[in-house]
Antibody
Framework: EVQLVESGGGLVKPGGSLRLSCAAS????????MNWVRQAPGKGLEWVSS????????FYADSVKGRFTISRDNAKNSLYLQMNSLGAEDTAVYYC??????????????WGQGTLVTVSS | DIQMTQSPSSLSASVGDRVTITCRAS??????LNWYQHKPGKAPKFLIY???TLQSGVPSRFSGSGSGTDYTLTISSLQPDDFATYYC?????????FGGGTRVEIK
């Protein structure tokens, strides 16, 4: 079955940076658009960023625009999220998710288990 | 941005109960509406796309309906494995947005 494994989370000071990775396996990674979604403690799911299969189209939530950068390396079957200028509001579990497509738009059909990012001094 | 409002935010129910969760969008979604199940410490699970089409492998006790701005997720007979938080998501336009979630708890 499809496997997505996030890594790179941890404790970082306010203003710091962190790079998350998502290793994909058991599917043809280069054929799929991918997303990052996060969940802050006690809160709901929040979409963070999307990247198309060839990196042509990239989108960000307003809350992270200008601070986060999504990227991918199809040769390494990997998705990344570079996070800069981190603040307490970025504390969350970060999930990567694969995008499927129907006649009614995208859906996130497979998700990783998540990696926890804690921003604190 | 499209705002998604779920109700109720939580509910208590017993095994065997029929449960209905509502999701209202701030503008018409033309059925670009998905549902997910999320348990603590687990990866979210994709349930329904296009407002009413079950993902392969999802039990038939789950169903979705709705159109325009109003959508519902129904669990016809709640099972022990169904106690979780449920989220709707619109993919009509970016930014993609989720509802606030509905926590289904054991009564």
């Amino acid at each position: 079955e499809v496997q997505l494994v996030e890594s790179g989370g941890g404790l970082v000071k306010p203003g710091g940076s962190l790079r998350l990775s998502c290793a994909a396996s058991r599917f043809i990674f280069s054929n799929y658009n991918m997303n990052w979604v996060r969940q802050a403690p006690g809160k709901g799911l929040e979409w963070v960023s999307s990247i198309s299969s060839t990196s042509t189209y990239i989108f960000y939530a307003d809350s992270v625009k200008g601070r986060f950068t999504i990227s991918r390396d199809n040769a390494k079957n990997s998705l990344y999220l570079q996070m800069n200028s981190l603040g307490a509001e970025d504390t969350a579990v970060y999930y990567c998710a694969r995008v499927g497509y129907s006649g009614y738009g995208d859906y996130f059909d497979y998700w990783g288990q998540g990696t926890l990012v804690t921003v604190s001094s | 941005d499209i705002q998604m409002t779920q109700s109720p935010s939580s509910l208590s129910a017993s095994v065997g109960d029929r449960v209905t969760i509502t999701c209202r969008a701030s503008q018409s979604l033309s059925s670009y509406l998905n549902w997910y199940q999320h348990k603590p410490g687990k990866a979210p699970k994709f349930l329904i796309y296009g407002a009413s089409t079950l993902q392969s492998g999802v039990p038939s006790r789950f169903s979705g309906s709705g159109s325009g701005t109003d959508y519902t997720l129904t669990i016809s007979s709640l099972q022990p494995d169904d106690f979780a938080t449920y989220y709707c998501q619109q993919t009509y336009s970016t930014p993609l947005t989720f509802g606030g979630g509905t926590r289904v708890e054991i009564k």
